[in-house]
């Protein structure tokens, strides 16, 4: 039998726009690979009456509703106790999670527990608790006429721990069948031109299907294919994700992998190299995404951020002069930045960045955009132009002046044309 | 008369959880501004039956609806033919928005319009078009029976700008009194304790009202005034805010301000002073934040990722012995980054920041979340231990340690306690 679920976020600082509804989108993804079919997000505030009624609605057109939030201890935390009146349930205490709760206090938090944390262990009568040991909250779900009614905490890390380790088990007990999908990773072809070369599979086809999804400076395309068995459902992936890289070519950086920079650094691994960065306008947004992979430390050493002349100048040994002639923004301090990276950060190769990210030109008129970024090996040292963010803003800039980077080093790395 | 918007977003990648739904927080805080309440978001696919039916809810609970995302040029891009089948409306080729789109492609881009982008240009009879100066999908609203029906195209970047730029006016002539709200931010201290602090503003107060939000390592409250006119609705918040920084004292950090980064870069321009940075564990992530507000160069020098030893030693100057004896996660090894790097970058200021990210603790046994951050300036330096992350993760022990970084700099700059 086939599932599906709806997903109601409750919680005002949504509607108001305080934060944006991430649980539903790692909610979804997950989903997806049970097999369970997503139709609908919905979000209400901590609003009884409002949330009543999207329950109404749902229950109508799913067979499995995943809330999340509205189960913390204040009062417009109201999620349990609306569900409980929609479907006809009482509430009741459960004394072990009380006791659970208690003590995470006072190990975790070293206090005593606000009284106002006990109707946190209130919960519907029959349900399958959810406990919570990385928050206070604990989740629960019951059935009911037939559809599944999941609660979960709405922080981002207890939504996920929950979900992970709590729905996901409970869920697996009403599926069958499984969709398996994979991710094809392309960066430095725009998504017209690679549903250009891939109409025919993205329309035809129906089970597997491929589909792009533009993501920040570059385009994902996922294969999904549902089967009985797993091996089923890859071997009907297997000839398609070989279709989209011989269509493509070597934009497809790499499959489920989840960044460029992941790809270099497995590269990096492979060969046994080390990186180290020299960056102006990225302000250290290579070395913070090289280092937000754990074990970082055995391939990239570290960098310098050279926001100003004086430390590419007196850190990075760029001559004076060089600064003063080319400007900051030019072939030759790139070269410069990243041979002096390499040397006094002792790496095997060093990358260095130099740009203009705005909001305005540089002195010299140099355009918002322009990046050179300049690569250093034992070999010796090479550097490309790049025109970054297609004028879409400072954060744009700098994000596609660094995906630039990662890529000038994975062709590198792969000997690929740079 | 006062308006309730309902949001819906349009696009399978949603339900499949490949992007989160951000343009709904954008303009749900852009809608409270305007004194507009937000009851629902929605989110459907690229299925014209479900987007439908989505339609059908939302204009009984709404009088403003806005679709996000659906426009573009491809084959499942069918928001305006479903919402015109739904308010009887007919689309028509609008010639000069054509005309936009191709010179678009020819300026922008450097090619022909490609043939499927024709359809962008097809907009509803006797629509109030909204031009696209930052994309190729144009937007447009009508209004039908009292409800007003807004489509903007879904990348995030178009989307703000022409929420921005054509939505905004469009609502500004439907609406009158205002909603005024400022947001007060509160680092150092939980939210339970704000709560039980202000408890009673909280819970009391209906027009103007104060209400808490968790964000990431710290805690927002927004305290918001409904009035004839912007004047009445700050004289009416004045005093609540004044309130809430009497009971809460130096945690408050700033009203009206995005982030701790930017209370620290004001606080240095105020003083004339500069910083830099030198990171192990957060690799980058403070020089990232401080050069992600525009005009960094005046304040921020630049800084060095010191993810190795070596680094820390060849570049810093941190004595090998110190490292040796001490470990890189210390107070002595965190004072010496200090600086060394406040020393080469030339700078006034200059944070270190040593810890153990995770997942696994250093070889030393140091567990995960140590953390020493160390300030040196003309004064000497001083030099904190926190314990960051709670053991939720290596993003949390980053984010929790720039955090903790930017507010000792605050707080050495404002001469509170440290």
């Not at 067979?63 to 009741?92: M, N, S, V, W």
């Not at 004394?95 to 938090?109: G, H, P, Q, Y």
């Not at 549902?226 to 994700?241: S, V």
Request: charge should be negative.
């Amino acid at each position: 039998m086939s599932h599906t679920a709806e997903l109601i976020a409750v919680g005002t600082e949504l509607l108001l726009g305080n934060i944006a509804n991430t649980d539903a989108q790692m909610i979804s993804e997950k989903l997806s690979a049970l097999g369970i079919t997503v139709h609908y997000h919905t979000v209400v505030g901590d609003n009884p009456q409002r949330l009543a009624e999207a329950l109404e609605i749902a229950r109508r057109r799913a067979d499995i509703i995943i809330t999340t939030g509205g189960l913390g201890p204040t009062y417009d935390d109201l999620t349990k106790q609306t569900i409980c009146k929609a479907f006809h349930r009482e509430l009741e205490l459960h004394e072990d999670i009380l006791d659970t709760i208690r003590t995470w206090f006072e190990t975790k938090m070293q206090k005593k527990m606000p009284e106002n944390n006990t109707q946190q262990a209130m919960l519907p009568v029959n349900c399958t608790v959810f406990d919570n040991p990385v928050g206070t909250a604990p989740g629960c779900a019951f059935e009911e006429d037939g559809v599944h009614v999941l609660m979960l905490p709405g922080p981002p890390f207890e939504c996920r721990y929950m979900f992970e380790n709590r729905a996901v088990p409970y869920l697996l007990r009403l599926t069958d069948g499984v969709i398996v999908s994979h991710e094809i990773r392309v960066y430095g072809m725009g998504e017209s031109s690679v549903e250009e070369k891939l109409h025919e599979p993205m329309t035809r086809l129906t089970n597997p299907t491929l589909a792009p999804y533009a993501k920040t400076n570059e385009v994902m395309l996922r294969a999904t294919a549902k089967a009985e068995t797993r091996e089923a459902a890859e071997t009907m992936l297997e000839p398609l994700i070989r279709q989209v890289q011989d269509e493509l070519g070597d934009v497809v950086y790499g499959v489920d992998v989840e960044s460029l920079e992941e790809v270099v650094s497995a590269l990096l691994r492979e060969r046994n190299l080390t990186l180290s960065a020299a960056e102006s306008c990225t302000g250290g947004l290579i070395a913070k995404r090289m280092t937000d992979l754990p074990g970082a430390s055995a391939i990239f050493r570290g960098g310098v951020v050279s926001y100003t002349n004086g430390v590419k100048a007196q850190v990075l040994g760029v001559p004076e002069t060089l600064l003063e002639e080319s400007g900051a923004v030019s072939e030759p301090v790139a070269c410069a930045m990243a041979e002096g990276c390499r040397r006094i950060c002792g790496s095997d190769l060093a990358v260095a960045i130099t740009g203009v990210a705005g909001p305005d030109s540089d002195e010299r008129g140099t355009p918002v955009g322009t990046v050179y970024i300049a690569l250093a090996s034992e070999n010796g040292v090479i550097c490309r132009l790049y025109s970054c963010g297609r004028g879409r803003g400072r954060g744009r800039v700098r994000t596609s002046a660094a995906q630039n980077a990662f890529d000038l080093i994975r062709r590198f790395l792969l000997d690929l044309p740079l």
